[in-house]
């Protein structure tokens, strides 16, 4: 049995390397044709890389997996075989076909979650900075710009501009 790392290697030089050359071959001299043959092989590549993570937890015991991992990494990318272009043209081009709207969707819906999350949690870390900063300058250890800030307004006063603020024992400065 071919150990884990040794498949790790095969794929990493024959799978990410390699391609990657030639992907810079075909954009650097602009042959269209190998241009779109490496396309179809990254594509390929990519769900090969997604479903490798499931296919490694569950299977990986199964006998000759290393060997069949490497076996298929080498089938994708020979350019006897064209693998990776006969999966592009057979299974893959056909089902993002089908189902392009909906991924499109969903990338559009996902991208306008993101950046509401991004903004929340934005939000969420200048309130902590913010009463972090009033609670140091509270407790007397801010700048002194701090200190002169909080003797115009009352600590009180400053502290319940913030939301989750529940008001505890006041000190005299």
């Not at 992907?23 to 044709?33: D, L, P, W």
């Not at 890389?49 to 080498?74: C, G, H, N, Q, R």
Request: charged fraction near 20%; proline fraction near 5%; hydrophobic fraction near 45%.
């Amino acid at each position: 049995m071919v150990s884990w790392m040794i498949c790790r290697l095969v794929v990493l030089v024959f799978g990410m390397l390699y391609p990657a050359y030639a992907s810079y071959k075909a954009v650097k001299t602009k042959n269209i044709r190998e241009y779109v043959r490496w396309m179809m092989y990254w594509i390929v590549f990519a769900l090969f890389m997604a479903a490798e993570i499931v296919t490694d937890i569950f299977i990986s015991w199964f006998p000759f997996y290393y060997e069949i991992k490497m076996a298929f990494v080498l089938w994708l990318l020979s350019p006897y075989t064209k693998g990776a272009s006969l999966l592009y043209r057979k299974f893959v081009h056909p089902s993002l076909s089908r189902h392009e709207k909906e991924i499109d969707a969903y990338l559009v819906q996902a991208k306008e979650r993101s950046y509401e999350t991004m903004l929340s949690f934005g939000k969420r870390g200048l309130n902590i900075a913010a009463s972090a900063a009033v609670q140091a300058a509270t407790k007397g250890t801010g700048t002194g710009a701090c200190r002169t800030a909080t003797r115009r307004m009352s600590v009180g006063q400053i502290l319940r501009q913030f939301p989750g603020y529940q008001p505890g024992p006041e000190r005299s400065p």
